[in-house]
């Protein structure tokens, strides 16, 4: 069911022709997120500052975070802390596993990409999903290991 409701979202964003231009309540799309993800909203998982308004489709930004949130939380680990900042007009996807190869970093988001010895179940459709979503939306997308160990996905959204 989870393969065909990914394969189906990629069907539907690669003929997208949506509106990107309602204003975007970032802080809020990502509290939703969370509690979505059954993940808590705290202080530590939901951090913003110098919140600017932007544009954008909310149900796809939506997505895309569901999307992070559930990577970070089946790769990162059982104990690993996941949280979503908000900064300017960026939302970024963190968590304190141990981060990513470099040459799995690169091949990020390329269809059916599961890196070699995954014992995770998935398709490799999920950084799919989020790159068409940046893609629609003008954003800039990257994926960075953090320096004490685990990774984060930034959307940057323009003006």
Known sequence: TRLLTQLL???RLDYARLPI???LDLPALARQALLDAGLPCTDETLRC???QPCQG???LIGLLLRNLLDNAR???GETATVCIEVDGRSLCVCDDGPGVAPDVLERLGERFFRPPGQTQSGAGLGVSIVRRIAALHSG???FDNRQGGGLCVTLSLPA
Do not use: F, S
């Open 74 to 76: 089946r790769y990162a």
């Open 9 to 11: 979202d990629l069907a």
């Open 21 to 23: 231009d309602g204003a």
């Open 49 to 51: 500052r110098n919140v």
């Open 140 to 142: 800039r997308l990257t």
């Open 57 to 59: 489709h909310a149900e």
